[in-house]
Every structure is written in structure tokens, then in C-alpha cells.
């Protein structure tokens, strides 16, 4: 594009200056860049909960001092994001493309304001609609077929950050504060670039190498925790990429990162996906408010799954195990809605976002991209053999912190519950096996 004088770069989902290509263009083309992070009220009220807002707040703190070395500073503002664009006068704008309904409301707003827009890749490592099947359909619906074109696909450059830039003579005014975060968990990660540069570093020095054979092991967890900085662009999905595919333990751990990517392209075909079956099994949900209270707490009597939601509620977070265990048991053995599920891990994880918390959700419940849409996971046996030491359990259940061993993944066989204050099962698991079959064999 020709040279403007000035120009906006309205960062959504990319709170970094590394390999941001939308930053990068601005830079290119204009003379003096205006940094805008608009709060959104609408989004805060419907989506705001209290881990993400923090870890939000402190990636704009992050991205702020990144950008005043290099001369420039992050006009944050309060509002709708379109009304705050247009208020500051400047016709030009660039952002990442995404594949959420609000985000494509957000930018054919901006267009409809008279703006213009100019969007580049960077929230995916392949954009969405780039690799589509050769049958015809516009996006792939079983992962295995897209991971196969997807690590077959050429990748754009690595981006270096801007060395600088100017903002326009006076500055823009904007301020952060005035935001309501509410309470966190105690254990919530820090947010920000430097935060998740410094993990990537530790990750590939420390934890790559044995990520495929250990990213199972829930008491060592041998994962990157850098799924929050993924889920709000602190990184690069391309730069972690780019840094692991061709190391030890690489493939398996960019596996992961193809799965974001195929939740992204799903969703940006077929939005409605949020609240809807992707693969209609005429499911009749139970109502169970005792038992959905039950599994919020971590209170079902089966150790694995309540250990996962404890530690979702003290860490904003879970093991990927984990969380395959405790959505299958609210899907399968209490027979809950999915949607159920997704709107509680949505209130406490820092990095839920719709096409990987949804799409998962689907994925567990068998309404979603499972080619085995009615398996369901033994959290007994799940705990046998990914906690076989039971430490992981032992960590989030004190009521256990006594019982030696795999034993504690059957604690009604030690006759201790009442002495140890710890439920008895809410759900036999046989008869939640046969409940579940026989209303999946119902509807079909």
C-alpha cells in the first residue's frame, strides 16, 4: 500500500511485537502508528471472567513497556471498540484477522464506519481457509487429514519486531486502570510477552525433549503452560513453531499447536459451532444440579476428576489430561450438557477462547470431531495409569494425602471416606456406562 501519514494498529489477540504482522505492516506504511487496545465493555460484561481480565491486564502492562523501547506507547480506552476507533480521527487501520462472530462483526463495523482496514495473518500458524479438503468442502472436519496438509504447508517469515516508531506529535491519551478484574485464582500465571518468551526458552531447553513421551504424566506435568500466551497472542503460534518442530519432541508437541490451528479453520467455517452440535447425536441432557454442583467443587468421589477441577479452580488452569477425564465424565457419566462444561471452564481458565474450548468440549462429549463419538474415559483406570503414583491426586485432594500409591485412585475400597471426609462415588461407573449407551443407541 502507498505511505499514509498515520495509521492505527488496533491490537486484539496479538499482545506482542514479535512476529506481529499486523504491527509489522503499520510500521511499513506509516509515518506515525497509534498502539490501541480498546476494553470493550460489551465483551468484558458477557466474557470478562476474573483469570482472563488479569492476564489480559498484565499482557497490555507488558506490551506497553515493550513499545516505549522502541519509542512508541499503548493508548488503552474504555468503550466499543469501533466508536473508540473513529473517535480518534485516523482513517487507517490495521489488526490480525480471527474467527470469531464478534470479531468479524468488529471488523465489518470498522469497514461500515468508512475505515481503512487492513488485516493480516497471525492469531494461527496456517490461516484459516488456506488448506481445504479435495472433496470440495470449504474446511476439514476430521484432524488427522488436516494435520497431513498442515505440516506439509509452506509457512510465512518470522517477523522481527519494529526497532522503532513514532507515535503523532502530542500522544494520544488512554489509561488502563478503572477495570474491575474480581477474584482469581491464587495460582493464575502472570501475563505478558516477556513472561511467555522466557517459558519458551525454559520449555525448549528443559521440556521439550521428553514432551512425547511424558506429556501424558499428570504429576510431573511435562507440558509448556503456554496456552494462556497463545490464547491471547503473547507469542507467535508460528515462532513456537518455528523454534521446536525440528527438535527433539518437536513433532508431538507441534501436533498440539495443529490442533488450535484445525479448531480455528472449524469455527471459521462454521461459527455456529459455538452453541451448537457439529455432529447432531440428539443427545436428551439430564437436568442434575446436585451433581453438576458436585463436579464444579470436585466432589464426585472419583480422585482423578475431582483433582482436575480443583486444580482448574486454583490455577486458572488444567492438565490436558485432566481435562479429557473431567469433560468426559460430566458428558458421558452424569449425561450433562456440553454447553454446561464449556460455560465453567470459560469462568475460571485463562486461556479459554471459543474455537479451542468449544471445539474440545465437542470433541469429549462426541458431538464434536471425535471419529469415536461414544467413548467414554474410566477416570479409574485414567488415574492408574497417567497418575499411577497418585501424586497428582494426592497434590489437590488433602482428604487422600495418607493413602499410599495407586490405591488412592479407589478410595472406597479402603473404607476411609467418612474418616477422611472425602464423598463416596455420585455415579457407579458401570451403571453410567450402560446410562449413557442406551440413550446414545436411543436417539440414533
Same mark, same amino acid.
Given at each position: ?8 494498529v488496533?491490537f486484539?489477540?496479538d499482545?506482542?511485537v514479535?512476529?506481529?504482522? @499486523?504491527?509489522h505492516?503499520?510500521?511499513e ?5 497509534? #498502539?490501541?487496545f480498546?476494553l470493550?465493555?460489551?465483551v468484558?460484561?458477557?466474557f ?6 488479569a492476564?489480559?491486564?498484565d ?7 515493550s ?6 506507547a ?6 466499543d471498540?469501533?466508536g473508540?476507533?473513529v ?16 470479531a ?5 463495523r470498522?469497514?461500515?464506519?468508512g ?10 500458524v496456517? #490461516?484459516?481457509? @488456506? ?9 476439514f ?10 505440516r ?26 478503572g ?15 516477556t513472561?511467555?518468551r522466557?517459558?519458551?526458552? @525454559?520449555?525448549?531447553?528443559?521440556g ?26 503473547? /507469542?507467535s503460534p ?6 521446536? /518442530?525440528?527438535?527433539?519432541?518437536g ?13 480455528y479453520?472449524l ?26 454442583e458436585?463436579?464444579k ?7 482423578l476428576v ?7 479452580r486454583?490455577e486458572?488452569?488444567m492438565?490436558?489430561?485432566?481435562r ?5 465424565f ?8 456440553w454447553r ?20 474440545n468440549?465437542?470433541w ?8 469415536? #463419538? ?11 495409569r497417567?497418575?499411577p503414583?497418585?501424586?497428582y ?5 488433602p ?5 499410599d500409591?495407586a490405591?488412592?485412585h479407589?478410595?472406597?475400597?479402603l473404607?476411609?471416606l467418612g474418616?477422611?471426609?472425602y ?12 446410562r449413557?449407551?442406551?440413550?446414545r443407541s436411543?436417539s440414533?
Amino acid at each position: 500500500m502507498a505511505s499514509v501519514r498515520v495509521g492505527i494498529v488496533l491490537f486484539t489477540r496479538d499482545l506482542r511485537v514479535h512476529d506481529n504482522p @499486523a504491527l509489522h505492516a503499520a510500521c511499513e506504511a506509516c509515518e506515525e502508528v497509534v #498502539p490501541l487496545f480498546v476494553l470493550d465493555d460489551e465483551v468484558l460484561a458477557r466474557f470478562g471472567a476474573p483469570n482472563r481480565v488479569a492476564f489480559l491486564l498484565d499482557s497490555l502492562g507488558d506490551l506497553d513497556r515493550s513499545l516505549r523501547e522502541r519509542g512508541g506507547a499503548l493508548v488503552v480506552r474504555h468503550g466499543d471498540v469501533v466508536g473508540e476507533v473513529v473517535r480518534l480521527g485516523v482513517p487507517t487501520v490495521f489488526l490480525a484477522e480471527d474467527v470469531s462472530a464478534y470479531a468479524r462483526r468488529r471488523e465489518q463495523r470498522l469497514r461500515d464506519a468508512g475505515l481503512d482496514v487492513h488485516v493480516s495473518p497471525g492469531v494461527t500458524v496456517v #490461516p484459516p481457509g @488456506a488448506l481445504t479438503p479435495s472433496s470440495g468442502v470449504d474446511f476439514f472436519s476430521v484432524f488427522t487429514p488436516y494435520w497431513n496438509r498442515w505440516r506439509a504447508e509452506g509457512r510465512r517469515s518470522v517477523l522481527d519486531p519494529p526497532a522503532a516508531f513514532r507515535l503523532p506529535d502530542g500522544g494520544v491519551d488512554g489509561e488502563v486502570c478503572g477495570t474491575d478484574v474480581g477474584t482469581t485464582s491464587p495460582g493464575l500465571l502472570r501475563g505478558g510477552e516477556t513472561e511467555a518468551r522466557r517459558r519458551v526458552a @525454559a520449555w525448549i531447553s528443559g521440556g521439550l525433549g521428553a514432551y512425547g513421551s511424558g506429556r501424558d504424566d499428570l504429576a510431573d506435568d511435562s507440558t509448556s503452560r503456554l496456552s494462556a500466551y497463545l490464547r491471547f497472542g503473547c /507469542i507467535s503460534p508460528l515462532e513456537v513453531v518455528e523454534q521446536t /518442530i525440528s527438535r527433539p519432541g518437536g513433532e508431538a508437541f507441534v501436533r498440539q499447536l495443529c490442533w488450535r490451528d484445525f479448531h480455528y479453520q472449524l469455527f471459521a467455517a462454521r461459527p455456529e459451532l459455538a452453541r451448537e452440535d457439529m455432529r447432531a447425536r440428539r443427545d436428551r441432557w439430564r437436568d442434575d444440579d446436585e451433581a453438576l454442583e458436585a463436579w464444579k467443587e470436585g466432589r464426585t468421589g472419583y480422585p482423578l476428576v475431582d483433582a482436575g477441577m480443583r486444580q482448574l479452580r486454583a490455577e486458572g488452569f488444567m492438565h490436558n489430561r485432566a481435562r479429557l477425564v473431567t469433560a468426559s465424565f460430566l458428558t458421558k457419566h452424569l449425561y450433562i450438557d456440553w454447553r454446561t462444561g464449556a460455560e465453567h471452564y470459560a469462568s475460571l481458565l485463562a486461556d479459554a477462547d471459543i474455537p479451542n474450548n468449544v471445539g474440545n468440549w465437542q470433541w469429549v462429549a462426541g458431538t464434536g470431531a471425535d471419529t469415536r #463419538p461414544n467413548r467414554m474415559f474410566n477416570p479409574t483406570r485414567q488415574g492408574e495409569r497417567y497418575d499411577p503414583a497418585g501424586d497428582y491426586v494426592r497434590r489437590w485432594i488433602p482428604e487422600l494425602a495418607d493413602v499410599d500409591g495407586a490405591a488412592i485412585h479407589e478410595p472406597w475400597r479402603l473404607g476411609l471416606l467418612g474418616a477422611a471426609d472425602y464423598p463416596a462415588p455420585i455415579v457407579d461407573h458401570d451403571a453410567a456406562v450402560a446410562r449413557f449407551r442406551a440413550a446414545r443407541s436411543s436417539s440414533d
